[in-house]
């Protein structure tokens, strides 16, 4: 009967804080302390975990690199007993290529055994590892208790059949050569709606294909825009799914190893698989979660108008932030319809949240006198429509500034894309959490977040939306319908679809024309826009990137 | 007697506007029209000047690159008598790698005969290059009328030592094994104040290591935040500046190629090299001009205080636009002294420009009114002092919506570093015009201004900076003294020098500390400024990619 070599690996799913280095050592080693409580053999952190990620341009601070290979220095004494996998950046030795790897260090009996470094370097959407990271070139195995682990980081197995474009190389392709017995992938995989399946399957196309199981340990909260949605994984060799951490959670879990007589020994909880709103809707709350832990702010403060959007916003930020940090100012004005007030108010008692009432009339006429000299009996236009979005701002702006709340911003995706929002006014505030969601999927929340019982009134959710800056103005006025808008600009802004591709595709022409126009015309809107969280696989922000003058597409 | 070939090539130093195709190709083919009535045998442009530059991820629609393609096919129409080498975006045709190449094409005879990868692709500050390029992997010179062209694309001159670590190969040291008798680069290398002192050195520093002369063809003009200087240049095989065409300026010159007797038969006239102080300033006047231009807009409105910095941007905006383009308003509050709306008006007169006085106390007092209910006796702070800012810049898009003009941002780099400013207020507007020029530089700039006798009034010049959104308030109130907060600044900024760095150069530690925790605890303000207009080597926007809940040092 041959040996049973069992190891027992922990997989710590947890929630980093860019260049924060005390508190994400004192992270790392209290999970290192608890996986040796439950005995572990090996503890597994994610990707630049020491760093946080992505620490963007701080890498090119020499300091910020010191800093992290102080903080190896410290991991390592609690590793006497333990072994672990830790991401943290690293000084390229050699003279040329670029200063830095994205490694992994294997550290165990208190020092530095080996180290990995990554070898497929994401750079297109909101990824620029180029930028800093030169490739790994090496592909050694790490043995551990007489086994072989071929430890990964995050891109290095997404090439498995050597069919994405981007890369010529397949790391595994080439660990394998050395008959490692366990895949380990330390990752820090930003949310979309769709990647936690992606991940699945290239999770399983690994396993099959080198017919060893894997471990997958991903980072799980918001950075900014960035949202992890943790979900790390055990697969079998076969492909199984055994394990997966909670998603938007931090986890500490191990999984028993007995290598040779079957690749593990049981099949623990699986989280359920959400549906992709419900995906969406926890992730919008760890992003503003975070945003605020991150930043040190507890409270936050937003318009609210009665219509659909800033209701989905507020419910999202009641669940992040808890009802009594969440401020709503209602802010009629002469357009304000009666039920906008009352819908504001129902949501609102609904809730349990705080509101004022500040109309902004006595403003928006004072602003009209001081103009009136200039003005003259030019007819009102989209002058006097901004000015009523940018005086709701200044208010906005003034409880935030007395008071330490953090402005939300409520655009959707929709009005961001075409520019239908008002720089200064409605386009304020510090973290845009819809602007990643089309109006089509802001309808889709609101009913979700309606699934055990009416929280937003029905009232907000059926009514036609309307900006209110004019009398009986509607939406539909100057934009086509959401839910061929919407459609439309799916495919040119996800899937960057041409102008002929779209008519091809079966929109009318004067449409595209007049949609893409209105994207283009944009950018120069957009590119004040505050960080927009990221539950897409394209959203506004860092991850797309277009000229401000640009003429394609006019 | 050696046979003697003579080649007249022109050097087409032009300003493209990014995705504007009809316009770059129409500009392209003039000029080769004008090099063949000058006798040309072949006309230089410059790098992706068919697109324009930088085309962002506009190069990730398909229907884009078959522009480019299309806009080829048309250029070649005009090449019957003459060469034409034209940067342009092109297909990868081999599955592997990115989609696309950043190209040359040498076409000739109505065809495209050969066609020029760029090898080196820059992914460090401004630039994105390996986002959307595969690196060229081939090099062929080119076969011209008997010689032999080593054309290359902007970077691929810049590692001649094999010193830049960044890469690892050298084009021309492969190129060089064919013996070229010409080195063509082909550019859009942006404008920063090091820029021209620099180029000059590498461009010798390939000559003389190769022994032949070169021709170096520079994009001109604004995109955006970046600025193109022009400048081409033809240097000699023993690194004699024989031509330089103007900067900041379109310009077609052919030079004579007289092969085997001298590398070159005549030296031309070369513009001055300009002070630093010039350079900024010329790249300012351009960087407004291309961003009215390239929008289509004419009209510029700014708030003029009375103080150095409004009154620079202003000057600037004249020369760029022309003084019946450019409207002040001038919005004393009850704070104002009155010095600072004399300083103003008579600025205003000495430019002859147009000026409106719009008080800023009715609309201060009627929020103030507004707010007294929930705000009640809490102490005057930084609420009120904003207020007052973005009335103004309520006011001034009001302006800017009712008549058209486009509001240019007069925020400083010293002040936008320490996050001195009102988000949505002083910080409000299309185009950062001095965003880039630390405060200590604007002085410079106003002396310069004024060096052939007042402009700005010395009282301007003279006066303590002050925001006046208090009592009596100074800029010295708050922030340390500029002249030591530019050098540490400088260090933190363009020279990425840590805490700890920085105290060992001299600086006060409690000072390193409190302006770091400023620097980088205003990214969010940041985030959402206007594009800054880029003079320095490392400017605030896309160059500088930090992390807004950064924790690294504060």
Known sequence: MPLVIKMKIALAQLNYHVGNFSANTSKIISAIKEAESKAADLVVFSELCVSGYPPRDFLEFDDFINQCADAIKEIAKY??????????????????????????????????????????????????????????????????????????????VWNVGNDNPLYTICPLDEMVKQSPDLIINLSASPFNYTHNEERLKVLKANVLKYNIPAIYVNQVGAQTELIFDGGSIVMSKSGELLMQLPFFEEAIETVDFE?????????????????????????????????????????????????????????????????????????????????????AKHLSKNLNTAYELVGIEENFQAFLHTLKPFFKDLPFNVAEENLQARVRGVLLMAFSNKFGYILLNTTNKSEAAVGYGTLYGDMCGGLSVIGDVYKTQVYELANYINRNGEVIPQNIITKAPSAELRENQKDSDSLPEYDVLDKLLFQYIEKRKGPKELVELGFEKNLVDRVLKLVNGSEWKRFQAPPVLRVSPKAFGVGRRMPIEGKYLG
């Open 79 to 156: 590793t006497s007993k333990i072994a672990v996998l830790v991401g943290c950046p690293r000084k390229n030795p050699n003279p040329d290529g670029k200063d830095l790897y994205n490694a992994v260090f294997f550290i165990y009996e208190g020092e530095v055994k080996q180290v990995i470094d990554k070898t497929l370097l994401p750079n297109y959407d909101v990824f620029d590892e180029y930028r800093y990271f030169e490739p790994g070139k090496s592909f050694e195995p790490i043995l551990f208790k007489g086994k072989k682990l071929a430890v990964t980081i995050c891109e290095d």
């Open 259 to 343: 290598f040779r007589i079957s690749d593990l020994n049981s099949k623990s909880e699986i989280p359920n698989q959400k549906s992709e709103i419900a995906f969406i809707h926890d992730a919008l709350v760890i992003g503003i979660k975070d945003y605020f832990a991150k930043l040190g702010f507890k409270k936050a403060i937003l318009g609210l108008s009665g219509g659909i959007d800033s209701a989905v916003v507020l419910c999202l930020a009641v669940e992040a932030l808890g009802k009594e940090n969440v401020m709503s100012l209602l802010l009629p004005s002469g357009f304000s319809t009666g039920h906008s007030l009352d819908d």
